[in-house]
């Protein structure tokens, strides 16, 4: 099975390699498109701004070539946000796989602090991403954005308001969290994602 993982200017590539190495699989990292379009299964991260990370795909025509991919491709963190229709993070127009508009979290009362670092739960699981993992579970998080609740949404968590911490769509699946960085049940979602 030939994973591949997309290159681009949006960082955490290392430890999605390092992830898929705990569990036996060797990821290629490449932004060439025809490796892209060959793989088995293709993982989009990302940690980083919008629109600098729309604008490096776009000037590569890897933006097309990810919304034209018919195997499992997995989105994390901005990787997932990339996938969704706009971003309110420099008003940046997205890949528009997933109907759902991405946020700036507005901080309460000064009670939540944003970005939201840290641990939390996901909840309402409906996608075979989460077969084996137990309603509740926690993921490492880290971001000021979030994918507003809708039709694609297969995962909720609530940090200053319910939002989704995962979508998908067809062969597109997006997490918001990390679960390269979110232990044991991070690494099982990584395993049922290549088991699609």
Known sequence: MKTVIVKYNAGNIRSVLFALE???VTGIVTDNV???RA?????FPGVGEASTAMNYLKERKLDQVIKDLKQPVLGICLGMQLMCKHSEENDTECLGIFDSQVKRFESVAGLLKIPQIGWNNITNLHSSLFEHVPEN???YFV???YAALGADTVAITNYVLNYSSALQKDNFYGVQFHP??????????IENFLNV
């Open 143 to 145: 971001h000021s954005y």
């Open 34 to 36: 025809e490796e892209i």
């Open 137 to 139: 579970s926690y993921m």
């Open 39 to 43: 793989a088995d299964k293709v993982i």
């Open 180 to 189: 390269e960085k979110s232990a044991t049940a991070g690494s099982r979602i």
């Open 22 to 24: 705990r569990i036996g």
